[in-house]
């Protein structure tokens, strides 16, 4: 269902279960979407709020606010639990198709999923853009218009634009990340399946599968069968090919071959 979607527009989607997991939802409802769209591009955001006048950054704080006094749905779900889309949610996803198709796009990201919100004009998510000032027709023209820009290179004066795995990102949403990670020796290994202790009574995971263990937990070897690089989030998995399974790891975190090589080999070769 997500093989056109850029890894930016998955983690969305992932976001957005774990947000609707922790308001008690049984459904990914919009409101739940546009809260891992601003997890996940938090600039792309800032940017539509900002083409329609005030300072962005309150109004981005009044939307979460007016999301959480919805309040809880129900008590809250273990993040183990796989949830569905509401009906609401798979009309943006297929609009976010056909927004990306309108520009002409092979791949669906953030901006074409903030496009299928705002055409669920009825949806809680479009209605509050809506009372922020984004409409659908001013804010596609804006993005088209904005994309294009970026396509000639003319918008580097405010962004610059790396590309990891063909998918470009604009370099201050992973900076931070990579300062975090300089200060750590990498070493280059295979990823394999770690073995895993899962609490029978929540359903979440430990790492740390030392003996004794309490007596809800169980053993489950190889049961965490993926990982994902910590700068841009790429899937790292035994059976995925080299370029899947091929990474490099602090032994705390993982990133994969293209981010060590783009944003950690010099600046280790520098420090040491």
Request: hydrophobic letters at 35%; aromatic letters at 10%; charged letters at 30%.
């Amino acid at each position: 269902m997500f093989e056109r979607y850029t890894e930016k527009a998955r983690r969305v989607i992932f976001f957005a279960r774990y947000e609707a997991s922790q308001y008690g939802s049984p459904y990914i409802e919009t409101e739940q979407l546009l809260l891992g769209l601003l997890r996940e591009d938090h600039a792309l955001v800032r940017r539509v709020l900002a083409w329609v006048g005030d300072p962005p950054e309150p109004r981005i704080e009044s939307i979460k606010r007016k999301i959480s006094e919805r309040g809880m749905l129900g008590k809250k779900i273990p993040t183990s639990v796989d949830l569905p889309l509401a009906n609401e949610s798979k009309r943006v996803l297929a609009y976010a198709a056909e927004e990306a198709e309108r520009l002409a796009n092979r791949h669906i990201g953030t901006e074409h999923l903030l496009l299928g919100l705002l055409r669920e004009k009825k949806s809680f998510a479009a209605q509050l853009f809506n009372e922020e000032g984004v409409t659908l027709e001013r804010t596609r023209e804006n993005l088209s218009g904005w994309l294009n820009t970026i396509g000639r290179g003319e918008d580097q004066r405010t962004q610059e634009i790396v590309h990891i795995h063909g998918e470009a990102w604009d370099l201050s949403n992973i900076e931070e990340r990579v300062q975090d990670l300089v200060k750590f020796a990498w070493r280059k290994r295979e990823w394999k399946p770690l073995d895993i202790l899962v609490d029978s009574e929540t359903g979440h995971v430990c790492f740390d599968i030392r003996p004794p263990h309490e007596s809800n937990f169980q053993l489950v070897p190889g049961g965490w069968p993926r990982e994902r690089c910590f700068i841009c989030r790429w899937e790292l998995i035994a059976d995925g090919g080299e370029e899947h399974s091929i990474g490099y790891t602090s032994g705390r975190q993982w990133v994969c071959a293209e981010c060590y090589g783009q944003f950690l080999a010099n600046k280790s070769q520098n420090s040491s």
